[in-house]
């Protein structure tokens, strides 16, 4: 696959190569990556980003250890799986949110308090009318 498109922002506090793997991972899940499309060569995708290749490295080394991709020598890196499962989706979807309400300045206890609101909110528009 050689028209991949991700962002890092080297000014955040996420490390570029976890921006880098959770972009790869949503790109996966979402189907917009599908099992056997090859991902860019880490070194050339390390200069497209202006990063060092042992950041790229490391994020597709996370990937593969998740199950996502397969780094060989002949075939470079390849996506392998098309969806993630359920908890996984969802613990990325949180961490997401999280990461996003701290950079607007968020206190913990209110990202939690959120959170809490939105769960009872969504659990009583499933509870069974009586």
Request: net charge positive; charged share 25%.
């Amino acid at each position: 696959m050689s028209g991949l498109r991700v962002v890092v922002d080297t000014a955040s506090p996420v490390p570029a190569y976890e921006q880098l793997r959770r972009q790869v991972a949503t790109l996966v899940t979402t189907g917009a990556l599908r099992t056997g499309d090859r991902l860019p060569a880490a070194r050339a995708l390390a200069a497209d980003l202006g990063l060092a290749l042992g950041t790229v490295q490391r994020a597709y080394r996370e990937l593969e250890l998740s199950g996502l991709v397969a780094s060989r020598r002949r075939t470079g890196t390849v996506v392998t799986a098309t969806a993630a499962p359920v908890a996984e989706e969802v613990r990325w979807a949180a961490e997401g949110y999280v990461e996003r309400a701290l950079q607007a300045g968020l206190a913990q206890e209110e990202v939690l308090d959120l959170v809490r609101d939105a769960l009872l909110r969504a659990s009583s528009r499933r509870a069974p009318a009586r």
